[in-house]
């Protein structure tokens, strides 16, 4: 199973930009997706969540800015950025628990995109 996420880049203060990270291998089902998020110098945090049948958790700090959304049929997950500002500067990493079979699975991590936001 590989996650490949795009979507990164730079962007200036207050500008948007959207992450798609999509899930591919030998796939049973997706579960919850995410995505997080590391600045330099600092540990991994949770940015937002996703259960497959839609329920959305947020960190604190991006509610109202950021929306997670995802395509069951496309093993996908989005994360629309808007309001950008420099404390959203990071690698962002997708995650998904993903059954290979009816009753085994796994989490799997994204290898991370670039976001830099410039004030």
């Known amino acids: 199973v590989q996650l490949q996420a795009s979507g990164g880049g730079l962007v200036q203060a207050g500008g948007s930009l959207r992450l798609s990270c999509a899930a591919s291998?030998?796939?049973?089902?997706?579960?919850?997706m995410g995505w997080y998020r590391q600045a330099p110098g600092k540990q991994r945090e949770l940015v937002a969540t996703?259960?497959?049948?839609?329920?959305?958790n947020y960190a604190d700090s991006v509610k109202g800015r950021f929306t997670i959304s995802r395509d069951n049929a496309a093993n996908t997950v989005y994360l629309q950025m808007n309001s950008l500002n420099s404390e959203d500067t990071a690698v962002y990493y997708c995650?998904?628990?993903?059954?290979?079979?009816?009753?085994?699975?796994?989490?799997?991590w994204g290898k991370g995109t670039q976001v830099t936001v410039s004030s």
């Open positions: 995650y998904a628990d993903v059954r290979t079979t009816r009753f085994s699975g796994m989490g799997y």
């Open positions: 996703i259960t497959r049948d839609g329920t959305m």
């Open positions: 291998g030998t796939i049973f089902r997706v579960d919850a």
